[in-house]
Nanobody, 125 residues
Framework: QVQLVESGGGLVQVGGSLRLACAMTGRTFSTYDLTWFRQTPGKEREFVAAVIWTGSRTYYADSVKGRFTISRANAENTLYLQMNSLKPEDTAVYYC??????????????????WGQGTQVTVSS
């Protein structure tokens, strides 16, 4: 059973940076596509960024392209999201999710087999 635990959220000022981490236990980390989503109250979960199981391809939502960087350290069983130039609209709970290869870049929540509990990111102006 795959378990995911996010960390690194917090309060940051506009223009600041945060790095989120997502640690996986229970299965072989390198066999999954991995994705970051975010959600604000009253809204649907939103795709942020994805990296395929090999780490060779990444995908980003237009709203974060050029500011966020997704990466994975397979030897550490950890997924990262480096967030720079943060804006108030980036405020959300951020979730990491795992999917079988080929399914983890759809951005469709139903395609993912495991989710973390979420970490709050608040960008203050």
């Amino acid at each position: 059973q795959v378990q995911l635990v996010e960390s690194g959220g917090g309060l940051v000022q506009v223009g600041g940076s945060l790095r989120l981490a997502c640690a996986m236990t229970g299965r072989t980390f390198s066999t999954y596509d991995l994705t970051w989503f975010r959600q604000t109250p009253g809204k649907e979960r939103e795709f942020v960024a994805a990296v395929i199981w090999t780490g060779s391809r990444t995908y980003y939502a237009d709203s974060v392209k050029g500011r966020f960087t997704i990466s994975r350290a397979n030897a550490e069983n950890t997924l990262y999201l480096q967030m720079n130039s943060l804006k108030p609209e980036d405020t959300a709970v951020y979730y990491c999710a795992a999917a079988w290869p080929g399914r983890g870049t759809t951005g469709e929540p139903s395609d993912y087999i495991a989710w973390g509990q979420g970490t709050q990111v608040t960008v203050s102006s």
